[in-house]
């Protein structure tokens, strides 16, 4: 029914900058929430940045003041703005969307920060 399709991951150097969008087709009415999350091999997939419908955006700790998230509501697409990386921020991407109250990923998109 709905399908969310990452892109704009790649390699980085440090203090470089990338920007991943995230688009969503399908049988969509109306998206609530939609965020980027970030897994590393081994490790919990855990939340880098939320925004809801409204525009209210939220970040964990290690990210703020680095990334923003933003998002075209007529368009269905979240972009995450990543600027001064870090080795540590290397990860595969997720983009989440809920719709209808229903949670829906994409398939990821990979993000190497390395010298």
């Known amino acids: 029914q709905v399908q969310l399709v990452e892109s704009g991951g790649g390699l980085v150097q440090p203090g470089g900058s990338l920007r991943l969008s995230c688009v969503a087709s399908?049988?969509?009415?109306?998206?609530?929430?939609m965020g980027w999350y970030r897994q590393v091999s081994g490790k919990q997939r855990e939340l880098v940045a939320g925004?809801?419908?409204?525009?209210?955006?939220d970040y964990a700790d290690s990210v703020k003041g680095r990334f923003t998230i933003s998002r075209d509501n007529a368009k269905n697409t979240v972009f995450l703005q990543m600027n001064s990386l870090k080795p540590e921020d290397t990860a595969v991407y997720y983009c989440?969307?809920?719709?209808?109250?229903?949670?829906?990923w994409g398939q990821g998109t990979q993000v190497i920060v390395s010298s």
């Open positions: 989440n969307a809920r719709i209808r109250g229903t949670p829906y």
């Open positions: 399908g049988s969509i009415f109306s998206i609530n929430a």
């Open positions: 925004i809801i419908s409204g525009g209210s955006a």
